[in-house]
């Protein structure tokens, strides 16, 4: 049984800074109410010229380098996002030509909890085909967001991170466990544009292209399905929650996160969060909160990493690393 080891890693996010003072002033709010309710004081905003691509493109390629690797080394490309690049090709298309990579590609549309699905993904991949895999999640819903949606628009921000995997004799993997429910499909959406309702003059008039949220059954869904998912982890585990050294969730907002954490009793001073600098960057949100706690040497080995998302659908996926691995046998 092959395992893997996450070898490199790199995020990008954009330069604009959007700001809950800005977004107070511009939707007629308080800004203490933003960030009491959500959490997040700032957010970054794609600027022209700047696209899901684009951003995977630069976190694919820093993640590379710490890796020491290139496209050429590439066996397969994983983009993890719900903002793509454009109805078709995929959005991996784009992010495989620009950094020359070798092998295949494909996109993983989980909504939030795409990064977790796709590490799951390539874990499986790696077991039949032991050659790097470059995970990244990536997403711009800014741009899908009606700039006069209160409940959506002091949520979302735009980033993207990456993560090379590398065939290793030590499994990293302790447990995993992911899930859905399709019959919550109607909590975040965005109706038209597809094949069921493709886009008319009438559909963009009536703005039915922008994201649709409603908050309430996210939140509930979000805690009861995440604690789920986590509690199902630890005990295919058979690690209690004072064992957990770093808990990285989708980083949707603060009291989602905090109510997660209440229910299945971990420890917020393990949290990883950036919340507050970046906002909800959906696919993007655990990667780049991890990168951030390998750069400032806040995970070492040995350490137990647990990694929680929800998304939009209904999805969610949790899986638990033992940073450095251990050895199979």
């Given at each position: 049984?092959?395992?893997?080891?996450?070898?490199?890693?790199?995020?990008?996010?954009?330069?604009?800074?959007l700001?809950?003072?800005?977004?107070?002033?511009?939707?007629?709010?308080?800004?203490?109410?933003?960030?009491?309710?959500?959490?997040?004081?700032?957010?970054?905003?794609?600027?022209?010229?700047q696209?899901?691509?684009?951003?995977?493109?630069?976190?694919?390629?820093?993640?590379?380098?710490?890796?020491?690797?290139?496209?050429?080394?590439?066996?397969?490309?994983?983009?993890?996002t719900?903002?793509?690049?454009?109805?078709?090709?995929?959005?991996?298309?784009?992010?495989?030509?620009?950094?020359?990579?070798?092998?295949?590609?494909?996109?993983?549309?989980?909504?939030?909890?795409?990064?977790?699905?796709?590490?799951?993904?390539?874990?499986g991949?790696?077991?039949?085909?032991?050659?790097?895999?470059?995970?990244?999640?990536?997403?711009?819903?800014?741009?899908?967001?009606?700039?006069?949606?209160?409940?959506?628009?002091?949520?979302?921000?735009?980033?993207?991170?990456?993560?090379?995997?590398?065939?290793?004799?030590?499994?990293?993997?302790?447990?995993?466990?992911?899930?859905?429910?399709?019959?919550?499909?109607?909590?975040?959406?965005?109706?038209?544009?597809?094949?069921?309702?493709?886009?008319?003059?009438?559909?963009?008039?009536?703005?039915?292209?922008?994201?649709?949220?409603?908050?309430?059954?996210?939140?509930?869904?979000?805690?009861?399905?995440?604690?789920?998912?986590?509690?199902?982890?630890?005990?295919?585990?058979?690690?209690?929650?004072?064992?957990i050294?770093?808990?990285?969730?989708?980083?949707?907002?603060?009291?989602?996160?905090?109510?997660?954490?209440?229910?299945?009793?971990?420890?917020?001073?393990k949290?990883?969060?950036?919340?507050?600098?970046?906002?909800?960057?959906?696919?993007?949100?655990?990667?780049?909160?991890?990168?951030?706690?390998?750069?400032?040497?806040?995970?070492?080995?040995?350490?137990?990493?647990?990694?929680?998302?929800?998304?939009?659908?209904?999805?969610?996926?949790?899986?638990?690393?033992?940073?450095?691995?251990?050895r199979?046998?």
């Amino acid at each position: 049984m092959n395992g893997f080891e996450i070898a490199g890693w790199g995020v990008s996010v954009p330069e604009t800074v959007l700001t809950s003072v800005e977004l107070a002033d511009r939707l007629g709010l308080d800004e203490e109410w933003i960030v009491s309710r959500c959490g997040i004081k700032e957010r970054r905003i794609v600027g022209p010229g700047q696209t899901t691509a684009s951003l995977a493109i630069d976190a694919g390629r820093k993640a590379m380098e710490k890796a020491g690797v290139t496209g050429a080394d590439i066996a397969h490309l994983i983009v993890a996002t719900a903002t793509p690049e454009q109805l078709s090709p995929a959005t991996s298309a784009f992010v495989h030509h620009e950094l020359g990579i070798a092998g295949s590609a494909h996109d993983v549309n989980a909504e939030c909890s795409g990064f977790v699905y796709s590490l799951m993904t390539a874990a499986g991949w790696m077991l039949m085909d032991p050659r790097p895999i470059l995970i990244i999640g990536s997403d711009t819903h800014s741009l899908t967001v009606n700039p006069k949606d209160r409940d959506l628009s002091i949520l979302v921000g735009d980033g993207a991170g990456a993560v090379v995997l590398m065939p290793s004799p030590d499994t990293w993997i302790r447990a995993w466990n992911l899930g859905a429910d399709g019959s919550k499909h109607d909590s975040l959406k965005v109706v038209a544009g597809g094949a069921r309702m493709p886009t008319t003059a009438e559909t963009v008039e009536q703005g039915l292209h922008y994201a649709k949220i409603n908050g309430n059954e996210i939140y509930l869904n979000a805690v009861r399905f995440t604690v789920r998912t986590v509690k199902a982890t630890l005990e295919q585990a058979k690690v209690g929650v004072a064992d957990i050294d770093h808990i990285i969730p989708h980083q949707a907002n603060i009291r989602i996160i905090n109510s997660i954490l209440s229910h299945t009793g971990l420890d917020p001073a393990k949290l990883v969060t950036n919340l507050d600098r970046y906002g909800n960057t959906a696919s993007a949100s655990i990667p780049l909160a991890m990168a951030e706690a390998l750069d400032n040497g806040r995970i070492n080995d040995g350490d137990l990493v647990l990694l929680a998302g929800f998304g939009a659908g209904m999805t969610w996926g949790s899986v638990l690393l033992e940073w450095g691995g251990v050895r199979n046998g």
